[in-house]
């Protein structure tokens, strides 16, 4: 499985972004898409995560209500729209994809996870 994340740039606080991050290769390899950030210095957290074939959902609780994240039909393409951003949540976004439709006290688990994208840069700056 290629992940191909994308969509990152600066933002003032307050203001929102859409992370999309494409998968390909062998369809049946992955079961839930999750994202995840790092920041300088510090390690990198599970924030959302969702299936590919049932849309269970899942978020950390820094972004709830903040952050949503969906799913194109085909279950190839997945976003993560993020709104009211603040500059806490500057960080490099990746997506990755794990096997196993995970639950919820698994999803944020970076061990879970077998693939991962190169990372998108968000920065929430005034």
């Known amino acids: 499985v290629q992940l191909q994340a994308s969509g990152g740039g600066f933002v003032l606080p307050g203001g929102s972004l859409r992370l999309a991050c494409s998968a390909s290769?062998?369809?049946?390899?992955?079961?839930?898409i999750g994202w995840f950030r790092q920041a300088p210095g510090k390690e990198r957290e599970g924030i959302s995560g969702?299936?590919?074939?049932?849309?269970?959902?899942f978020y950390s609780s820094s972004v709830k209500g903040r952050f949503t994240v969906s799913r194109d039909s085909a279950g190839n393409t997945f976003f993560l729209q993020m709104d009211n951003l603040k500059p806490e949540d500057s960080a490099v976004y990746y997506c990755?994809?794990?096997?196993?439709?995970?639950?919820?006290?698994?999803?944020?688990?970076?061990?879970?996870?077998?693939?991962w994208g190169q990372g998108t840069l968000v920065t929430v700056s005034s």
């Open positions: 990755a994809a794990s096997p196993y439709s995970l639950i919820t006290s698994t999803w944020s688990q970076r061990t879970q996870y077998t693939y």
């Open positions: 290769g062998a369809s049946g390899n992955y079961g839930t």
């Open positions: 969702i299936h590919r074939s049932y849309a269970r959902k």
